[in-house]
């Protein structure tokens, strides 16, 4: 039983163009989501979260989007560079609970 | 700063075989989380540790699989015996009182032949 879901598996988009990773949940317990990052040999790394009180953040290149509603967040990278091209993981918790849920992962490629 | 360590990176061993992964927390976290990564199910929690203390174990698999905790920083992840369907990517991760994010050590690729 997947709580959260990454149908994509992968992504390939031009350098220099807008990146978009989408994410689903079943869970309407969730409340915090985290995007992580992961190159090949190394552990996944935090890039960016969002807590559902608001519905969108903001770091950079890196934009967090949430729809409650829908149960469905997206992470936009704009522009994307090649330094991007790596795994990306959608993770999902309570607040104020440890455990984190993860997706399977969706490969972005940047193709220069 | 020293990140999550995990030791050994790699692992290949043969059916049958007790296999130990290691792994040492940054200092001063408290909170410690064994994952597995395979393509099928992505990132799996395994069991976490509060305070040198197993809270939730439920995502470990079988009895084959054990881990402790003896030190705040030293956590050991074991299986006994191995099966070829353990293969796959172990990561540990810690956090300070669970609060987010989690880091992630680099793994332990365990290969059983």
Redo the contacts between chains.
């Keep these: 039983d997947q709580q959260v879901k990454q149908n994509s598996p992968s992504l390939s988009v031009q350098e220099g163009r807008i990146s978009i990773l989408n994410c689903d949940y079943t869970n309407s317990m969730f409340d915090y989501f985290l995007w992580y990052k992961k190159y090949p040999a190394e552990g996944p790394t935090f890039l960016i979260s969002i807590s559902s009180i608001k519905d969108k953040n903001e770091d950079g290149r890196f934009t967090v989007f949430l729809n409650k509603s829908a149960k469905h967040l997206s992470l936009h990278i704009v522009p994307s560079q090649p330094g991007d091209s790596a795994v990306y993981f959608c993770a999902a918790s309570v607040w104020g609970n440890e455990k984190l849920t993860f997706g399977t992962g969706t490969r972005l490629t940047i193709i220069p | 700063d020293a990140g ?1 360590i995990q030791s050994p990176r790699h692992e290949v061993t043969e059916m049958g075989q007790e296999v130990t992964l290691r792994c040492k927390p940054i200092s001063g976290h408290n ?1 410690l ?1 064994w ?1 597995r990564q395979t393509m ?6 395994l069991i ?1 540790f ?1 305070n040198n203390v197993p ?2 174990d439920s995502g470990m698999p079988e009895d084959r699989f054990s881990a402790k905790m003896p030190n705040a920083s030293f956590s050991t992840l074991k299986i006994q015996p191995s099966e070829p369907r353990d293969s796959a990517v172990y ?1 540990c ?1 810690s ?1 300070f009182n ?1 609060n ?8 332990t690729r365990l290969s059983i032949l």
């Design positions: 999550v909170s989380f994952y099928m199910r992505g990132l799996e929690l976490y509060n809270i939730d990561f991760a956090s669970g987010q994010p989690q880091h992630f050590g680099d793994g």
